[in-house]
């Protein structure tokens, strides 16, 4: 049986398809993971090695959380076996407000960091960008 693991009041499981890779994101890497089925043994859940809420975001029907609030025992089994790589293509699109964005790749161009909280210059994305498979961030 999956392991599972509870975000934010949810329970999720590891992905099995070798398909998806890890997303790496401002330095942090976001690993995919599905809802728990409702089979689940939800009652032995792991905990996260973070308090409080964790930010996660989904691709369509997956939720991407951060690698390093899994225990480190555990992270084998949620990790995918291939090699995580830094998603640097123009494709990443954000859906923020109704609004479709891609980050901003000119190295002036640099991150802010206000009470804690990172954000990322971006660029209205073009019209032809492919919006289907933009990340919708969890409130």
């Known amino acids: ?27 942090v890497t976001y690993i995919p993971v599905r809802v728990a089925p409702k089979s689940a043994k939800k009652s032995s859940a792991i905990s996260p090695k973070a308090a409080g809420h964790i930010d996660t975001f989904e691709i369509e029907n997956i ?26 293509t123009i494709k990443s699109i954000i859906k923020i407000n109704g609004e479709h964005y891609i980050p901003i790749k000119i190295k002036t161009a640099k991150n802010i960091v ?4 990172t954000y990322i210059p971006v660029h209205t994305a073009p019209t032809n960008a492919n919006k289907k498979s933009a990340i919708v961030p969890k409130a």
Request: charged residues 20%; proline residues 11%; hydrophobic residues 40%.
């Open 114 to 117: 206000v009470n804690g909280v």
């Open 63 to 88: 939720t991407y959380i951060p690698l390093n609030v899994i225990p480190k025992v555990y992270r084998a089994v949620f990790k995918p076996a291939k090699k995580i790589v830094e998603k640097k």
């Open 1 to 27: 049986m999956k392991p599972v693991i509870q975000i934010n009041g949810e329970h999720y499981v590891p992905v099995a398809n070798k398909t998806l890779k890890p997303i790496t994101i401002g330095g």
